[in-house]
């Protein structure tokens, strides 16, 4: 079976979907399955022949792909699987996010009346979502699919918050951000771990903003991420950063 065989059971979904942006959303499925190995080689002819499109999307899809670093591209030879993140980006990327969500929280504040609503939907969708992965089997836990659903809900709350800032500086840099968070999570291996605390930590961060204090509520997002970093360090060390 070819390297992503696999999704042929989603290319109906094609039509109902911008190509180029379902395109990228299968690719990247495929990037953060446990069958797709650090250096392996991604043929655009593969992948489009697969998906039954032309290579054009796909070729686009690796364009975009390759910013996040989840892809990395090699003169006269094409595409590859990039190694899982180091610890040291690990690192670099925690002390970014402190620094940038941090700040976006005391901008966002700013705006509390509006975003409060929305972060309490984003909490409950959280709080679904996390039942769904507390619930599923454990064989299911680390499916794709549900990873997929967990990771883009449980960022969603972060990005309602650089949307609330009306920052189109640090909006653009909140979408370079999540990007860096795929590749962090590209070698996810064993499910979600940490899906209760972070439940738990999103919600201190929403109390901040109903207190339309900027300090607490930016302390709680920063307090929120070290905490994050400090269990990404714990699942490195076994394997299954996320």
């Known amino acids: 079976m070819s390297q992503t065989a696999y999704m042929l059971g989603g290319s109906s979904g094609l039509e109902r979907k911008g190509l180029r942006d379902r395109v990228y959303d299968l690719v990247l499925d495929m990037l953060m399955s446990s069958s797709i190995e650090p250096g392996t080689r991604l043929s655009i002819d593969a992948i489009a022949r697969d998906l039954r499109v032309s290579p054009t999307p796909v070729r686009e899809a690796l364009v975009q792909l390759e910013r996040t670093g989840l892809v990395i591209r090699e003169p006269l030879k094409g595409y590859r699987v990039a190694p899982p993140i180091s610890d040291g980006q690990l690192e670099a990327l925690f002390d970014t996010r402190i620094v940038l969500e941090g700040g976006a929280t005391e901008l966002a504040i700013r705006d509390a009346a509006a975003l409060v609503p929305l972060l309490e939907q984003a909490l409950d969708d959280h709080r679904a979502v996390t039942r769904k992965v507390r619930e599923a089997p454990e064989d299911d836990r680390s499916s794709v699919a549900l990873l997929h659903e967990y990771f883009a809900i449980d960022w969603n ?86």
């Open 157 to 242: 709350f972060h990005h309602l918050i650089f949307a609330g800032t009306h920052n189109p500086f640090l909006i653009d840099m909140s979408e370079a951000i999540s990007t860096r968070v795929h590749r962090m999570r590209q070698s996810v291996r064993s499910g979600v771990r940490d899906a209760d605390d972070a439940v738990r930590e999103h919600a201190v961060i929403l109390d901040g903003f109903r207190s339309g204090d900027p300090a607490i509520a930016a302390a709680a997002m920063r307090n929120h991420i070290e905490k994050v970093r400090t269990r990404s360090r714990a699942d490195a060390l076994t394997g299954s950063a996320h």
